[in-house]
């Protein structure tokens, strides 16, 4: 089979257009609509439905793009095995964590890491949805929970709690709550039930509405609830990793917490001489080392 076929296949597949795939090419559209011809003609088989909002693969084409998707990851990963022969850290290192994580501890602390590297080149992926590692999904992830696939390498990081937050503002204006009934004349910042997040954080949220909250703002993400606490709309549910770079949110009703959530980082099995992945790796375990100083300084342990 054509390996220059394929791969044109692969580019108008993922694009779901002719004209997308042969700019990502570099390729004219009947360049590359010749070349889909040819491969079909080849199989003997349809892989495209063509309609007039673009192309849709056809049962064959989807079998086909599963085969050409595997070996792309097959080659990206030898590519960066390539790399990684080399001494210097550089090239492509795609990270995936939590937009929360991401966001709020993960984001802040990357300058470090480019002061030493300046060649590496991150692709930060926040998202809930846990990406396939294996499959090359992404290089790096930090995850919180245990990684449930075997052959994956994974260090426990630290442990975190969801805990109750507000700013000085809302407290002057609100007052401070003293007991768990006390919510109730108080507006509670979340997570949407509904919405991807850690069990824990869920139940304790859950537990909460127990005592009659009045009134919610929901949000769908742990950023979006530290934006609304720091603008003095209410009492938030938020991991205890932001203390330490949030300093001005308190904490109230200290005996509410969830249980603990454990942090971990994971990558495959096939990167483990990977030296962007020792890189970032490090940089992380030597960032929660000087977190766990801060927050013991803080006596916010």
């Given at each position: 089979m054509d390996w220059d076929k394929l791969r044109i296949f692969h580019a108008v597949a993922d694009a779901g257009s002719l004209t997308h795939a042969g700019d990502a090419l570099h390729?004219?559209?009947?360049?590359v609509s010749r070349q889909i011809r040819a491969?079909?003609?080849?199989l003997n088989t349809t892989l495209f439905?063509?309609?007039?909002?673009?192309?849709i693969l056809t049962e064959q084409g989807e079998l086909l793009f599963d085969a050409t998707s595997a070996m792309v990851k097959r080659i990206d990963a030898a590519t960066a095995r390539i790399h990684d022969s080399e001494e210097e850290v550089f090239g492509e290192l795609r990270v995936t964590t939590t937009t929360g994580f991401g966001s709020l501890w993960l984001a802040p602390r990357l300058s470090k890491l480019y002061e030493k590297y300046p060649e590496l080149n991150i692709e930060l992926m926040l998202e809930e949805r846990v990406l396939d590692l294996p499959m090359r999904e992404a290089d790096v992830a930090i995850r919180m929970k245990e990684p449930s696939q075997a052959d994956l390498i994974r260090k426990r990081l630290m442990n975190i709690r969801m805990r109750l937050y507000a700013s000085p503002g809302y407290l002057e204006?609100?007052?401070?709550?003293?007991?768990?009934e006390d919510l109730n004349s108080h507006r509670l910042i979340c997570q949407n039930p509904r919405s991807a997040q850690v069990t824990?954080?869920?139940?304790?949220?859950?537990?909460l509405m127990t005592h009659d909250i009045q009134a919610m703002l929901t949000v769908n993400n742990y950023f979006g609830v530290l934006q609304a606490v720091i603008s003095n709309l209410g009492i938030g549910v938020l991991p205890d990793y932001i203390i330490e770079d949030f300093p001005s949110v308190v904490r109230v009703l200290p005996e509410v917490e969830s249980n603990e959530v454990p942090v971990f980082l994971a990558y495959?099995?096939?990167?483990?001489?990977?030296?962007?992945?020792?890189a970032f790796r490090d940089f992380v375990?030597?960032?929660?080392?000087?977190?766990?100083m801060q927050r013991k300084?803080?006596?916010?342990e």
């Open positions: 390729l004219s559209q009947s360049a491969l079909e003609e080849s439905h063509r309609h007039a909002r673009g192309l204006r609100f007052g401070t709550p003293e007991r768990l824990a954080g869920l139940q304790l949220v859950q537990q495959p099995e096939e990167l483990r001489q990977s030296k962007r992945i020792a375990q030597e960032e929660i080392v000087a977190h766990r300084a803080m006596g916010a």
